[in-house]
């Protein structure tokens, strides 16, 4: 009856399948130096050499494991690698940018007393409109107002006014802001040039900016979807080349202003761009000649940089953004959107000079308005601003390029896994003369001869001992012997003899067991030359 093994006849058979194993993948391995680590006949008894060739091996899997991992963290740390493509792009491909100024003044004298008489008309007392239409500054700027004007916000909301019709209509209108405008020194209408655009600054006039940046009041009502803006391109640089525009500061109609000075302020910003401060260039003041020169830079991105995650790269494709339907993709819009997300989570409304429609129509929330208003003082930590003045003059502003050339950069994979395959290859090689070959080699080694010296090493522990043979180990040939088994000479002398030979006969026979030799089997040996 058979027995099942001990667990430690188990333990020491699996050791001795590891060792054995490793010694054959010393033996045959192709990678550089091991060979003389195996008991090969040149260094078995050499145990020195042996020693070492094992620390030699040591200290190259050490060395190969810290340049490995040095190339990984390299990898993950640091997954994109922008560079200059070239330092002669013509600014003839680039689009000129959009213009958009604001006035400082943020209340129209003028549209504010229409506004007080038509409110009048529907019961509204003259200062509690007045008293309002100053307050309506501070949602842009963020700050404190007192409890009465929420009281007359929600007595305006119950005659059809909010506060976003109510900013609109006192506004500084466009015609009044600008007087002659030229493009590429040709005199052109201002309001075929400029739209009404909202961005965090106010009511805004822009120039090249997308439809998306316009208020609902001035949207034009197209049936369908509107057909894509063109971009605006020029060849050549200086003030003839580009947007000149004679301004009216309108320090007449100040009444309500954010700044300490008269003047228009200048943001110079990408056409399908939401402005932010960074865009701000400059203020157009009284009697001053204002030129703004610009130099374009283009970074484009690499289609390999989609292999990357989007959280190591750094940056997203227009396809890849999270921005509202009907917004162009960039990082100021993906910022805006971020911010007024969190604001409308936060205060349940959006802010009303960083509204999109789109977003907001997403969202179902309403505008923020006097009543929200100490909400986003809480979210952003906001204790003032700055108190109204009262300003006017004329002012000329240039807009166009400061050189032919500019600078392209491209954003591509600072290292692709091909690049990480390869250096990690290179290292293999150079620390041990390494390739694919040897991995699969190291595969099969590993993977296939542990069953079969494990087989090896069972058989042999469950045979019995014997007397030890040191001739040729004799067995059971099926048909006859191989060939040159038997010298010629002593081939044909046992095809003479036939049977007659002592060798032949039961008793003399090495293996009592084993067949006796047809004479036509001898026959067959006649030929063995």
Known sequence: ??????????????????????????????????????????????????????VIAVVSLGFTLFLSSSAWDQFRSNPTLTTIETTSYPVSLIAFPAVTLCNINKIHSTKADELGAKLAKLGVHINDTIDVIYSLPRLNDLRPIDQRIVAIEEQLRSKGYDTEQLAFEVAPPCETMLVHCFWLMQPVQCRTLFRRTKIFAGYCCSFNADRFLEPVFTRAKEPGEAPPQESLHVTGIGKGEGLSVLMDIGEQYYTASNRFSYGIEVFVHRSFDFPDFSDYTTIVQRGTETDVSVLPTLVTASPSLRSIALEKRGCAFEDEGNSTAGVPYTYSNCMNECELRYTASFCRCIPLFKQTVELQAELKVPICGFRELGCLLDLKGSSGGLPEFNFSAYGVLHVHFRSTNCLKYRREPFVTWQTLVATFGGILGLCFGGSILSLIEGLFLFGVIPFTVYSALRNRNGKAVGPKVSTISYVDYPGHP???????????????????????????????????????????LKIIP
Request: glycine share 6%.
């Open 1 to 54: 009856m058979a027995h099942s093994p001990s667990i430690a006849s188990a333990l020491r058979l699996a050791s001795q399948t590891v060792v054995q194993t490793f010694w054959i993948f010393c033996e045959n391995s192709s990678l550089h130096g091991l060979r003389y680590i195996g008991r090969n006949k040149a260094t078995k008894g050499n145990t020195p050499l042996r020693f070492v060739w094992s």
């Open 482 to 524: 191989p060939m040159g088994y038997f010298r010629r000479r002593e081939v044909m002398a046992r095809a003479l003899n036939s049977y007659s030979d002592p060798m032949w006969t039961i008793g003399n026979r090495i293996h009592p067991d084993a067949r006796r030799w047809k004479q036509h089997q001898i026959d067959e």
